[in-house]
């Protein structure tokens, strides 16, 4: 098993950033990729980031628009997500989620762990 806490979400205003953090325990050598996801109310959770932890490779949803970069420390097992421009639309519960696939997996289906989430929510 993977456990995977997130951390550093919170409530910021329309162009401020957020650095979302993910740190993995436990049988950390079976995941392949560690990706970002978040959910509003409402609506379907949606792939936002995923990192290939060996390599660094890194892909991302469309919305992101470079605003967005996922990042790897793999002596600490974190992933980080950095957050800049924020935007109302962005306000989410942002969840965490490692997988055994590669290279990049970009559907919820595809990960076998998962975090609790962490809240982020932009003010206009």
């Known amino acids: 098993q993977v456990q995977l806490v997130e951390s550093g979400g919170g409530l910021v205003q329309t162009g401020d950033s957020l650095r979302l953090t993910c740190a993995a325990s436990?049988?950390?050598?079976?995941?392949?990729?560690m990706g970002w996801f978040r959910q509003s109310p409402g609506k379907e959770r949606e792939f936002v980031a995923v990192i290939r932890w060996n390599s660094g490779h890194s892909r991302y949803a469309d919305f992101t628009k470079g605003r967005f970069t996922i990042s790897r420390d793999m002596a600490k097992e974190t992933v980080a997500l950095q957050m800049d421009s924020l935007q109302p639309e962005d306000s989410a519960l942002y969840y965490c989620?490692?997988?055994?696939?590669?290279?990049?997996?970009?559907?919820?289906?595809?990960?076998?762990?998962w975090g609790q989430g962490t809240q982020v929510t932009v003010s206009s």
């Open positions: 436990g049988r950390t050598f079976s995941a392949r990729t």
């Open positions: 989620a490692a997988s055994r696939r590669e290279p990049a997996p970009m559907l919820s289906d595809e990960y076998d762990w």
